[in-house]
Antibody
Framework: DVQLVESGGGLVQPGGSLRLSCSAS????????LHWVRQAPGKGLEYVST????????FYADSVKGRFTISRDNFKNTLFLQMTNLRVDDTALYFC??????????????WGQGVVVTVSA | IVLTQSPDFQSVTPKEKVTITCRAS??????LHWYQQKPNQSPKVVIK???QSVSGVPSRFSGSGSGTNFTLNIDSLEVEDAATYYC?????????FGQGTKVEIK
């Protein structure tokens, strides 16, 4: 079974840093791009970042560009999100998600359980 | 690409039909997917690529549309279908999601 298990969340002050991890299993890690999606308390889903299968290409939402860095370790089947200069509005549940792709495109077939990040003084 | 769902909230009696629409600000082909999220759970896909069924999802869920206008239908709503539903476009990065439609059981 596919499993995506996030860790590394917590409470941090504005301007602080956190590093999220997502340990993956149950699929061929190196075959898939991976993404982070977040959900602020009581709000909807918001795209954060994408990294391609070999880690050579990344994309970011404007709201996190320049502050967050996505990376992956294809030997340890782990996805990361380094978050710096955190702001109160980064407070959210952060999901690690896996995509599945066909000729026409891709969609999210698995979501992790999420990890909570709280930015507060 | 902005996705706008309608309605934001729907209160429905069991066995009624539910229709949720999602409009995209530009054409996205069939790269539109629907997710169901129950309280304190991660989202799960219920329809992929506009109209394709997903293994394990009841057949009362169906989708249609193309280009900029899409619809999720739930025929004969069951109590377990109470959730928030999101549309999602994967046509181009950044991915975007609709604001969500909360379906409540009357």
């Amino acid at each position: 079974d596919v499993q995506l298990v996030e860790s590394g969340g917590g409470l941090v002050q504005p301007g602080g840093s956190l590093r999220l991890s997502c340990s993956a299993s149950g699929f061929t890690f190196t075959n898939h791009a991976l993404h982070w999606v977040r959900q602020a308390p009581g709000k909807g889903l918001e795209y954060v970042s994408t990294i391609n299968s070999n880690g050579g290409s990344a994309f970011y939402a404007d709201s996190v560009k320049g502050r967050f860095t996505i990376s992956r370790d294809n030997f340890k089947n782990t996805l990361f999100l380094q978050m710096t200069n955190l702001r109160v509005d980064d407070t959210a549940l952060y999901f690690c998600v896996k995509e599945d792709c066909a000729r026409v495109g891709c969609y999210v077939d698995y979501w992790g359980q999420g990890v909570v990040v709280t930015v507060s003084a | 690409i902005v996705l706008t769902q309608s309605p934001d909230f729907q209160s429905v009696t069991p066995k009624e039909k539910v229709t949720i629409t999602c409009r995209a600000s530009q054409s996205i082909g069939i790269n539109l997917h629907w997710y169901q999220q129950k309280p304190n759970q991660s989202p799960k896909v219920v329809i992929k690529y506009t109209s394709q069924s997903v293994s394990g999802v009841p057949s009362r869920f169906s989708g249609s549309g193309s280009g900029t206008n899409f619809t999720l239908n739930i025929d004969s709503l069951e109590v377990e279908d109470a959730a928030t539903y999101y549309c999602h476009q994967s046509r181009s990065l950044p991915w975007t999601f609709g604001q969500g439609t909360k379906v409540e059981i009357k």
